[in-house]
């Protein structure tokens, strides 16, 4: 299971951290992200840290402001998010699955969802 927390309302440019906290054995062998789905839009991938190297991908629209770590020892993920916009709010979702191209190409796919997590950015 995992469950999203860390979403809240803040001012343009300010700052969040999310955390996707996940429970059982095997969660350092899985890739984590986040996805996000504001009102009337369909749900978009945000990023992805893989299990092996803790490789990182990012969606063009986040990069160079938010940061996706994991804590494999607190079988948690983060989403550092840095300067954000009025264009990030949304609803935030965590997944979790192996790596594979689902992440971007058929994210509906993936085995584990957590219960998202709102971020409203006021301008």
């Not at 062998?29 to 990012?58: C, D, L, M």
């Not at 993920?77 to 949304?90: G, H, I, S």
């Amino acid at each position: 299971q995992l469950q999203a927390s860390g979403g809240g309302l803040v001012q343009a440019g300010g700052s969040l951290r999310l955390s996707c906290a996940a429970s059982g054995r095997f969660f350092s062998s899985y890739a984590v992200g986040w996805f996000r789905q504001a009102p009337g839009k369909e749900r978009e991938f945000v990023a992805v840290v893989r299990s092996t190297g803790g490789t990182t991908y990012y969606a063009d629209s986040v990069k160079g402001r938010f940061t996706i770590s994991r804590d494999n020892a607190k079988n948690t993920v983060y989403l550092q998010m840095n300067n954000l916009e009025p264009e990030d709010t949304a609803v935030y979702y965590c997944a979790a699955d192996s790596w594979s191209n689902h992440w971007f190409k058929r994210p509906g796919l993936l085995d584990y969802w957590g219960q998202g997590t709102q971020v409203t950015v006021s301008s």
